[in-house]
């Protein structure tokens, strides 16, 4: 499976941006699809995580104001941003993976997940 991250880029403090990931390859071997990010010096954090039926499960955070979306047909999941500030400032992952039965809660590990796209950095400045 691989996955290709896009979207990110610069925005203003109180700005919008949307991350799209798209899937190819054994994608009929993933059914979890979910997101995290890394700010400069900082550890990968769990952002959010939606399973094939659309059912999602965010950081408790970033609730409010960020959205997980997907598109089975297309083998894209999304994340929209909205009234981001500087501490949004990150690389932006996205994860894939066909873990065990669970609730969703349980797909914040990052251990969840075998597969990784490369990153797409998200800067939010004043």
């Known amino acids: 499976v691989q996955l290709q991250a896009s979207g990110g880029g610069s925005v203003q403090t109180g700005g919008s941006l949307t991350l799209s990931c798209s899937a190819s390859?054994?994608?009929?071997?993933?059914?979890?699809m979910g997101w995290y990010r890394q700010a400069p010096g900082g550890e990968r954090e769990f952002v959010a995580t939606?399973?094939?039926?659309?059912?999602?499960y965010y950081a408790d955070s970033l609730k409010g104001r960020f959205t997980i979306s997907r598109d089975n047909a297309k083998n894209t999941v999304y994340l929209q941003m909205n009234s981001l500030n500087a501490e949004d400032t990150a690389v932006y992952y996205c994860?894939?993976?066909?873990?065990?039965?669970?609730?969703?809660?349980?797909?914040?590990?990052?251990?969840?997940?075998?597969?990784w796209g490369q990153g797409t950095l998200v800067t939010v400045s004043s």
């Open positions: 994860a894939a993976d066909q873990p065990p039965y669970g609730i969703m809660s349980s797909y914040r590990s990052p251990l969840t997940y075998d597969y």
């Open positions: 390859g054994r994608i009929l071997s993933i059914n979890v």
């Open positions: 939606i399973n094939v039926r659309g059912r999602s």
